[in-house]
T-cell receptor, first 112, second 111 residues
Framework: DGGITQSPKYLFRKEGQNVTLSCEQN?????MYWYRQDPGQGLRLIYY???????QKGDIAEGYSVSREKKESFPLTVTSAQKNPTAFYLC???????????FGQGTRLTVV | DAKTTQPTSMDCAEGRAANLPCNHS???????VYWYRQIHSQGPQYIIH???NNETNEMASLIITEDRKSSTLILPHATLRDTAVYYC????????????FGAGTRLFVKA
């Protein structure tokens, strides 16, 4: 089945450690995105990529990093510089930036 | 990117139509209106989108006013499984999909 997969679903890390969240899609989509969601809030854009080997900062990129070495993969690293990393992280993709997006099921990161 | 305004929450009786409004008074001519919904702790799900004309699919109908400054998402026969947060966003050629999602409307469908 085609889709977008995020792993793991739940992730726990100690404060000060970097952690990488996985996002894989087999939809052959060019564009991929990372969003952060805090309780009771909407989604905020962290990074997006329109094509392989290219990505741009979203509205809240500080403390995060990404790579896009393969079309199907867009991993997000939450660094120790991110002051409040505990959140629900969502990955999305679409064929281009002006069509409907498909979302993964999210990774809930808890930093203790 | 154009901003949207939605009510914080709404109730609807099961089996009745749910009408969710959205204001987007600063929308520009090449921007689309998209609707998504998010069931608790899951990824958002695409529902429908439109530019000028009203649209209908198997999930919902989208009514866009003639001046395009507002729209209404209609779930014709709401079920308990339609309880979710509904997001109205506006995006277009310039903004692409990097429009921020607002807090959306929390729809409660009651038996």
């Amino acid at each position: 089945d085609g889709g977008i997969t995020q792993s793991p679903k739940y992730l726990f890390r100690k404060e000060g450690q970097n952690v990488t969240l996985s996002c894989e899609q087999n939809l052959n989509h060019d564009a991929m995105y990372w969003y952060r969601q805090d309780p009771g809030q909407g989604l905020r854009l962290i990074y997006y990529s329109q094509i392989v080997n290219d990505f741009q900062k979203g509205d809240i990129a500080e403390g995060y990093s990404v790579s896009r070495e393969k079309k199907e993969s867009f991993p997000l690293t939450v660094t120790s510089a991110q002051k409040n990393p505990t959140a629900f992280y969502l990955c999305a993709s679409n064929p281009d930036m002006n069509t409907e997006a498909f979302f993964g099921q999210g990774t809930r990161l808890t930093v203790v | 990117d154009a901003k949207t305004t939605q009510p914080t929450s709404m109730d609807c009786a099961e089996g009745r139509a749910a009408n969710l409004p959205c204001n987007h008074s600063t929308i520009s001519g090449n921007e689309y209106v998209y609707w998504y919904r998010q069931i608790h702790s899951q990824g958002p799900q695409y529902i429908i989108h439109g530019l000028k004309n009203n649209e209908t699919n198997e999930m919902a109908s989208l009514i866009i006013t003639e001046d395009r400054k507002s729209s209404t998402l209609i779930l014709p026969h709401a079920t308990l499984r339609d309880t979710a947060v509904y997001y109205c966003i506006v995006t277009g050629v310039a903004g692409g999909f990097k429009t921020i999602f607002g807090a959306g409307t929390r729809l409660f469908v009651k038996a």
